[in-house]
């Protein structure tokens, strides 16, 4: 059994950080992590700034008293309104926000259009916008607020005929001959990546910040020599919601590939 200290707490306003859970499995399949998901007040990415930021600092406050060797902040929204005041307050536990996929996008496409997707909080943050700004210039970077597939994530609905319906009418008219790349900027999203790709098309690559985040944590661990070498890893799943259905549909979308969605 894992011992509280080598627990990593991975966090999401809801269902979402599953996505970059998921990718922290992959990389460090010998960690124990423990998941908690605040369904109660999803979702995050439609709420004022500061309420986001209260209501993450409380829930890490809650997580912290487990005993924790690093936490991820798996929400944009989230770590753009929090994750400087976390490392201030935790400057001793590993503090690791969610990485953007924007610019990994913009460095890996030619010149053209970058269609960013993600909550409204997230796109109105300061860091978020001053990395769009940065861009702008060599890109024509079009941020695309879509709050509603937080909703369908939280639903599990993610595939079929209201979901597709939803992204043919907001991402669509967004799409041009131009445009190189979609950004996937909320840790909901890349649960509808499969249906993104296939109205997007085989031409415009899509990104995410999942594999970048599970990849800076593994180094930090390694840095501080806290990093598991052997043993059998295991997650722990918890929801501010403790509804049996809704943790059925965490481990569901824990194991999303192998269920073929």
Excluded: W
């Excluded at 249906?195 to 990104?207: Q, V």
Aim: glycine share 8%; hydrophobic share 40%.
């Amino acid at each position: 059994m894992a011992k509280t200290e080598d627990l990593i707490a991975v966090f999401d306003s809801g269902q979402g950080g599953i996505s970059v859970l998921r990718e922290l499995v992959r990389q460090m399949p010998r960690e124990h992590f423990l998941y908690f998901g605040d369904s109660a007040n999803a979702p995050y990415g439609s709420r004022p700034t500061q309420q986001v930021r209260e209501l993450t600092l409380d829930r890490i406050a809650m997580l912290m008293q487990r005993g924790l060797k690093a936490v991820v902040v798996a929400c944009n929204t989230a770590t753009g309104a929090t994750i400087d005041e976390l490392r201030s307050r935790y400057p001793h536990t590993i503090i690791i926000g969610i990485e953007p996929a924007l610019k990994l996008a913009a460095e890996q496409s030619t010149k053209g259009r970058i269609v960013v997707m993600a909550t409204e909080v997230t796109l109105r943050e300061k860091k978020f916008s001053a990395l769009m700004q940065r861009y702008q210039g060599s890109h024509d970077i079009v941020p695309l607020p879509c709050p509603k597939i937080v909703e369908f994530v939280e639903r599990g609905v993610l595939e079929g005929p209201e979901p597709e319906a939803y992204l043919r009418e907001v991402l669509l008219p967004c799409l041009n001959a131009d445009t190189r790349a979609i950004v996937l900027g909320c840790t909901h999203f890349p649960f509808m990546r499969p249906l993104i790709a296939r109205l997007a098309g085989p031409n415009i690559r899509i990104y995410d910040g999942g594999e970048g985040t599970a990849a800076q944590t593994r180094r930090r661990l390694e840095q501080e020599n806290l990093l598991l070498s052997e043993g059998e890893g295991r997650v722990i799943i918890e929801n501010s919601l403790p509804d049996p259905k809704i943790l059925a549909l965490s481990r569901m979308l824990l194991h999303f590939e192998e269920n073929g969605l």
